[in-house]
C-alpha cells in the first residue's frame, strides 16, 4: 500500500474522481488514462494540484478528504494498494528542491518551496 499525506497546508477547493485504465503507473500515458483522483489544494503560495494515479496492479484507490475541506500539511489523505504513482503540478514561481532520479521520503523530503505570499 502507498499511503499519501497532503504536500502542503491550504483549503482543498477541487476533487475529482477520475474512472479509467490500469496501465502501469510509470507508462507516460498513465497520468491522464488511469484511474486517478485530482485535488487541487489553494495554499498561500498558489495552487498546488496533485493527483492520485492507480498502476496495473494497484486498482484500488481510497480518499479522506473532501472539497472546501482545511488540510495541514502532511495529513494523511488516502492511499492506493499495490503499484502507483503521484504526480505534481506547482505554480510556475515554485522553486523546485528535487531534480529526476532523487530518491525521495514522504513527509521528509521537500520537493519544492513555494513563493512567499507579500
Same mark, same amino acid.
Not at 32 to 54: D, K, Y
Given at each position: ?5 497532503? %504536500?502542503?497546508? !491550504?483549503? /482543498? ?6 474512472? !479509467? +485504465?490500469? *496501465?502501469?503507473?510509470?507508462? +507516460?500515458? =498513465?497520468?491522464? *488514462?488511469?484511474?486517478?483522483?485530482? $485535488?487541487?489544494?489553494?495554499? %498561500? !503560495? ?22 472546501? +475541506? ?5 495529513? +494523511?489523505? !488516502? $492511499?492506493?494498494?499495490?503499484? =502507483?504513482?503521484?504526480?505534481?503540478? /506547482? ?8 531534480? %529526476? ?6 513527509? =521528509?523530503?521537500?520537493?519544492?518551496? *513555494? %513563493?512567499?505570499? =507579500?
Amino acid at each position: 500500500m502507498h499511503a499519501q499525506w497532503a %504536500p502542503v497546508a !491550504g483549503k /482543498l477547493e477541487y476533487f475529482k474522481y477520475h474512472r !479509467g +485504465e490500469y *496501465l502501469v503507473a510509470w507508462h +507516460e500515458k =498513465s497520468s491522464t *488514462l488511469n484511474e486517478r483522483t485530482t $485535488f487541487g489544494q489553494r495554499t %498561500p !503560495g498558489g495552487m498546488v494540484v496533485w493527483r492520485q494515479i492507480a498502476g496495473a496492479v494497484a486498482r484500488r484507490i481510497r480518499w479522506y478528504v473532501k472539497e472546501g +475541506e482545511d488540510i495541514a500539511g502532511g495529513q +494523511e489523505c !488516502g $492511499f492506493i494498494l499495490f503499484g =502507483s504513482r503521484i504526480d505534481f503540478y /506547482l505554480p510556475l514561481e515554485a522553486e523546485v528542491a528535487v531534480k %529526476p532520479g532523487d530518491r525521495v521520503v514522504a513527509r =521528509s523530503t521537500v520537493l519544492a518551496r *513555494l %513563493p512567499e505570499v =507579500s
